[in-house]
């Protein structure tokens, strides 16, 4: 019922930036929060940085000073905006959001996208 597509992500090379995007849709009636994760090969899934509908945020210590997140509810589309990356940063990033559904029979669940990789390599 609910669907996430992400974009952005592609190669870039050490020190650059880039910006990816989620949107979400479906039957929506509210978002709660949105988010993005990362998993390197070999390592557990780890939070990125999320932000709430009201605009409270929350980083990974690895990423403060270099990401930033964005919301637009109107659009229910989140960005992660990545400057400065960094070898160690290569990874799939997924999107999450935490969605009541607009459904009949409504509920709360938390739902991922599909993944888009992120290379750092000169």
């Known amino acids: 019922q609910v669907q996430l597509v992400e974009s952005g992500g592609g190669l870039v090379q050490p020190g650059g930036s880039l910006r990816l995007s989620c949107a979400a849709s479906?039957?929506?009636?509210?978002?709660?929060?949105m988010g993005w994760y990362r998993q390197a090969p070999g390592k557990q899934r780890e939070l990125v940085a999320d932000?709430?509908?009201?605009?409270?945020?929350n980083f990974a210590d690895s990423v403060k000073g270099r990401f930033t997140i964005s919301r637009d509810n109107a659009k229910n589309t989140v960005y992660l905006q990545m400057n400065s990356l960094k070898p160690e940063d290569p990874a799939v990033y997924y999107c999450?959001?935490?969605?009541?559904?607009?459904?009949?029979?409504?509920?709360?669940?938390?739902?991922w996208g599909q993944g888009t990789q992120v290379t750092v390599s000169s």
């Open positions: 999450n959001a935490d969605v009541r559904t607009s459904t009949v029979a409504g509920s709360r669940s938390r739902y």
């Open positions: 932000i709430t509908s009201g605009g409270s945020t």
């Open positions: 479906g039957s929506i009636s509210i978002i709660y929060a």
